[in-house]
């Protein structure tokens, strides 16, 4: 049962199961090295036949910011799901939220009456004016540009 750093001794002859259980506002990612024969995420399965070594990695939750721009006047309001961030026009409400790794989080942007919505920023992480999926696998910020609707 370890916290943070542990050992134990076995006959040499034993096989021991490790289980990783993250803490809450944590992820656990996997086994590292893999070349002791345990991948992915679930219970690892240890023969021991000579000292050995076996990290247990996670990841703690990740940062997601939303930022509202108005370009000549124009608001919006951008919201999440799961639902946990709406951003208004004036980047008032709430703007930011912390998500579990490997999370994908969908915003949808808004525009306020006389506005048009112009699209996101990051463009290569959320191209085009429609919904923008966000993978949380670091802490992101992603902006909302509204304009102003011209008169024509």
Do not use: H
């Amino acid at each position: 049962d370890c916290g943070g750093a542990g050992s134990s001794s076995y006959t040499e002859t034993a096989s021991v199961n490790l289980y990783a259980t993250p803490e809450q506002g944590s992820t656990f990612v996997g086994w590292a090295p893999t070349s002791l024969g345990c991948e992915g995420t679930g219970p690892c399965r240890i023969a021991v036949d000579r000292i050995k070594s076996i990290k247990a990695i996670f990841v703690g939750n990740y940062e997601l910011k939303l930022v509202n721009i108005s370009k000549n006047g124009g608001a919006g309001r951008v919201t999440s799901s799961p639902w946990s961030l709406d951003c208004k026009a004036d980047n008032t409400g709430k703007c930011e939220g912390a998500y579990r790794y490997d999370r994908d989080v969908t915003l949808s942007a808004s525009p306020s009456y006389g506005s048009t919505f112009v699209g996101w920023r990051p463009a290569n992480l959320c191209p085009g004016t429609g919904k923008c999926v966000v993978t949380m696998d670091r802490k992101r910020t992603v902006k909302a540009v509204f304009a102003k609707q011209s008169d024509d």
